[in-house]
């Protein structure tokens, strides 16, 4: 398996850089477009972007998922680094990724019940954001803490 660790990392990366990119757009580009476009325009616009976005998140997310079970497995051996501090903040980095991917399984449950409203789309999104920023952090620094 170690052959294939450093494909696998680049996967995950790949993967998370798309994710994370795609919530900072919705949270710092269309958020503020709110204020230069009436609410018909709005809605036409974010309407737009999550169709296309539902088109392919769930195959990242599911990548990303995958590729991060993989990377911890190898990285921990099962779970025996648990108990250690690097296993610690590992297993806090997963413990938000599954935060993410509960917030993300709620809003696409959302999306297709037509359930979802502007003030729920922006919290999401707002909400994933942080998350995706404490699991970056983590990733950065977990081998140095």
């Known amino acids: 398996m170690s052959t ?6 680049l996967l995950h990366l790949a993967c998370a850089i798309v994710f994370v990119g795609a919530v900072a757009f919705e949270v710092l580009v269309v958020e503020s477009l709110h204020k230069r476009f009436d ?17 392919f998140m769930p195959v990242v997310v599911v990548l990303l998922f995958v590729s991060g079970g993989v990377l911890f497995d190898i990285r921990c051996d099962g779970f025996a680094c648990v108990g250690s501090r690097f296993g610690n903040w590992l297993l806090l980095k997963v413990v938000l990724a599954f935060a993410v991917l509960g ?12 359930k979802m ?3 729920r789309f922006r919290h999401t999104h707002r909400v994933v954001l942080a998350l995706m920023v404490g699991i970056v952090f983590l990733a ?5 803490l």
Do not use: D, L, S
């Open 39 to 55: 609410t018909a325009t709005m809605q036409r616009i974010e309407q737009a972007v999550m169709a296309r976005v539902r088109r």
């Open 117 to 119: 409203n502007v003030c």
């Open 140 to 144: 950065k620094t977990m081998f140095y």
């Open 103 to 114: 917030v993300f399984v709620n809003a696409m449950w959302a999306m297709r019940r037509g």
């Open 4 to 9: 294939w660790y450093p494909w696998i990392v």
